[in-house]
């Protein structure tokens, strides 16, 4: 019997393909606004910092919505004192709960938005689709949870780990963070 020759490059070639999507996606939702010198340019004759504009937003679908919450509105959704840990990162200092917010445009949270939903069924307990927003859904499980929402303003892609409550608690958090995002 003759074997297949072209087997070992196509499985290469399936295995790139497998792995161009995750680039692909994380080329898509990488943060924006910043330039290879530090995004703030300091203005010599009047010792202002002149904020880097970037690329016309509105020529791309527009850009990421800002962070939406504060380390004090985290605080008051989960229950628990959180700090500020970095750009829309809240954790409780212990190195153990953590509440993150992703944002990117509309149009690329749209763009990947099936393959997320995907995952999410894939990876959690219960995934529930959102009555707020052009898409969205929301995924928990006993220890971690996500939640997407895509609006008008953009994507919010919320993640949660280590609350406690289970499964129940972590969608009563989602749920609190959800609807604290302004609309």
């Known amino acids: 019997m003759a074997s297949d020759v072209l087997t070992p490059a196509r499985t290469a070639r399936t295995r790139h393909a497998r792995l161009a999507l995750p680039l692909l996606l994380l080329a898509l939702l990488a943060p924006a606004g910043c330039d290879a010198a530090g995004g703030d340019q300091l203005d010599s004759t009047t010792g202002d910092v002149a904020e880097d504009a970037g690329p016309d937003a509105s020529a791309m679908g527009g850009g990421p919505p800002p962070c939406p919450f504060t380390a004090a509105q985290v605080s008051e959704i989960v229950g628990q004192t959180m ?29 990947t938005y099936e393959y997320q939903y995907d995952q999410a069924g894939k990876q959690y307990e219960k995934v529930v689709d959102l009555d707020r927003g052009e898409r969205g859904y929301l995924a928990v499980k006993d220890v971690h949870g996500e939640a997407v929402l895509i609006d008008g303003r953009g994507t919010y892609t919320l993640t949660i780990s280590s609350f406690g409550g289970g499964t129940a608690g972590n969608e009563k958090i989602l749920r609190r963070a959800l609807d604290a995002i302004p609309g």
């Open 83 to 111: 700090r500020a840990d970095g750009n829309c990162l809240f954790g409780d200092g212990k190195g153990v709960a953590s509440l993150t917010v992703t944002t990117a445009s509309a149009t690329a949270g749209m763009m």
